[in-house]
């Protein structure tokens, strides 16, 4: 019998839906409810070394026509972009149960216990490499938005790649692109805190961080909280793909917990401190300061009161 992480098909289907379940058993569920086609595909190499992969297609197109699992990985963008290299289609999604190195932004890990949101989306637009980091912009959005759809989150952005409830930390965003001349792919990595307690966290990390769970006070369904934000990912993508980052900046102004609040942020050439008055057309953050305005294109924002 074909199984997923050792478990049999027919285990998972009778897992506990009120239950934090593991994400392989709702893609195996949803593969029977949705008449899609499970398949498993190879996984050879190193790119996910001992673990069984599966596809479930449809035929939808878009965002989310392939989407592989894996239960535990290093990182969902580092399977990703092996998988770009090698000329994988845009739209794919990798999602895992567990990551071991979880990347987050400069470089620093990101906590990823089980019973989390991990996942990874393939775009290809053909944009300029310099419009590659405002795609960052209109998935902040997108999620902000899936969260309130789904879960009746009252969801906000930080600047310049975290979304917030209730003034902590819920989801990380974090987009790493291959340009040559032209833009050759994106990777668009999505975490999010869901079904899992905050002591399953670092405890530096547990005074900053919120999880669903915490909010709610119960589980909830991973699959399709990963669903409401693809579909909104896909419309966002389309609009972006149509008419820039410009359709989504009045958007993120309006879920923006940065703007008209004084900040410190660290840039790899120093600090600039200050009160964020707007964003540009970039995606860059405008910083009032006593020395003048100041435009960051990225750095590490700490909101000062």
Request: aromatic fraction near 4%; charged fraction near 25%.
């Amino acid at each position: 019998m074909d199984s997923i992480s050792g478990m049999s098909s027919t285990m998972l289907a009778m897992v506990d839906p009120m239950a934090p379940q593991p994400m392989s058993a709702s893609l195996t569920m949803a593969a029977k409810s949705e008449k899609g086609v499970l398949k498993r595909c190879s996984a050879g190499g190193n790119l996910l070394i001992r673990r069984a992969t599966w596809a479930l297609v449809d035929d939808r197109r878009g965002l989310g026509s392939r989407l592989l699992m894996v239960e535990v990985l290093e990182s969902t963008n580092s399977v990703l972009k092996e998988m770009a290299e090698a000329g994988e289609p845009e739209g794919t999604v990798v999602v895992a149960e567990e990551q071991r190195a979880g990347r987050g932004r400069l470089g620093r890990g990101w906590a990823s216990p089980r019973g989390g949101l991990w996942f990874s989306v393939l775009l290809r637009p053909e944009v300029p490499p310099a419009e590659a980091p405002s795609l960052t912009l209109m998935a902040g959005v997108a999620v902000a938005q899936a969260l309130k759809a789904q879960l009746g989150l009252d969801a906000r952005l930080k600047w310049p790649n975290d979304v917030l409830v209730r003034g902590k930390k819920l989801c990380g965003l974090l987009a790493e692109s291959r340009s040559d001349g032209r833009l050759e792919y994106v990777i668009l990595g999505i975490g999010i805190n869901a079904n899992f307690l905050l002591s399953a966290l670092p405890e530096e990390l547990r005074r900053t961080a919120i999880t669903v769970r915490e909010i709610l006070q119960r589980p909830v369904d991973r699959l399709a909280l990963m669903r409401a934000i693809i579909k909104e990912l896909d419309a966002g993508y389309k609009a972006f793909r149509d008419g820039g980052i410009a359709p989504f900046l009045e958007r993120w102004r309006e879920l923006s917990e940065t703007l008209d609040r004084a900040v410190r942020v660290e840039t790899a050439t120093g600090i600039v401190q200050g009160v964020a008055e707007d964003i540009d057309a970039t995606g860059a953050l405008r910083v009032r300061t006593p020395n003048g305005p100041v435009t960051v294109g990225s750095g590490d924002c700490v909101h000062l009161d």
